[in-house]
């Protein structure tokens, strides 16, 4: 009996912190705090809600090449350390999240380059830049990830079919549309874009996408302030946003 009394007294003690825990979080006048409850802004809000956060960016910011895929809530950034990721194994792109239902959203290209989709890609794409804009003479890739329901129904458009050759599309070509699946998981996740710059491993292939190194910051690109380390609450065109080096 007394040790169930302890057992009981370390749960609520526990619970206790976590709640201490969870209003620092969400009262800290930081950015983290900020994050915070912008996140649970997009997540309990409705439509007028959810409407500030949204990032429409159809054209390219001045002195930036790419134009932003899909129109949505910028969640989870760069180098982003929060769940489901972590300071050792940070967000590989940015994730675009929709205020809309599966398959509605249109998804375009960010830029100019070929569209190739592997054998066994459901909701993915991928795209071959053959000369980086901002580094003349280096291949990059494009990935873009998500687009099919939670069933694996795919909303990529019937242009870039499994195992296609690749298909050379202009910036602002309709890709698909944003979806919710998530392979073989069982972690259900919110309707969105995964959105990453993929480098290329010298022999004309796209390297491992899951590795953080063999990524490049998006926000030079897009001329948004879409690096964790340097976020900005106003996810608007900016001057300079490179604030790590590619």
């Known amino acids: 009996m007394r040790r169930l009394t302890w057992i ?3 749960l609520i003690v526990l619970l206790l912190m976590l709640l201490v825990l969870g209003w620092a979080f969400f009262n800290d006048g930081g950015p983290q705090g900020q994050r915070a409850r912008t996140y649970l802004q997009w997540a309990t809000g409705d439509e007028a809600e959810r ?29 982003d350390p929060n769940g489901p990721y972590s300071p050792s ?20 290209a960010a830029y100019d380059g070929f569209i190739y989709r592997e054998a066994n890609w459901r909701s993915a794409l991928i795209q071959r830049v053959p000369n980086d804009p901002l580094q003349p ?28 050759e690749g298909v050379f599309v202009e910036q602002g ?10 392979g073989e998981s069982l972690r259900d996740i919110w309707v969105h874009l995964h959105f990453s710059i993929v480098l ?11 590795e953080f190194a063999n ?3 998006p926000s030079p ?3 948004l302030p879409v690096n964790y380390v340097c976020r900005s609450e106003a996810m608007n065109c900016q001057a300079k946003v490179d604030c790590l080096s590619n």
């Open 8 to 10: 009981l007294l370390a």
């Open 215 to 217: 990524t490049l910051d």
């Open 51 to 79: 409407a500030p956060l949204v990032t429409v960016q159809r054209d390219a910011c001045a002195g930036a090449p790419f134009v932003l895929p899909t129109d949505g809530f910028i969640g989870l950034l760069y180098g």
């Open 173 to 182: 070509t309709l890709l698909g549309y944003t979806g919710d699946y998530n």
């Open 137 to 164: 003479g280096r291949q990059i890739w494009l990935y873009y990830a998500h687009m099919a329901d939670r069933d694996g129904n795919s909303f990529i458009e019937p242009a870039f079919p499994p195992d296609g």
């Open 221 to 223: 690109y897009l001329g």
């Open 200 to 210: 290329d491993d010298g022999s004309g292939r796209y390297t491992n996408e899951l």
């Open 89 to 108: 194994a940070p967000h590989q792109g940015i994730d675009i999240f929709s205020d809309a239902e599966p398959g509605i959203m249109p998804v375009y």
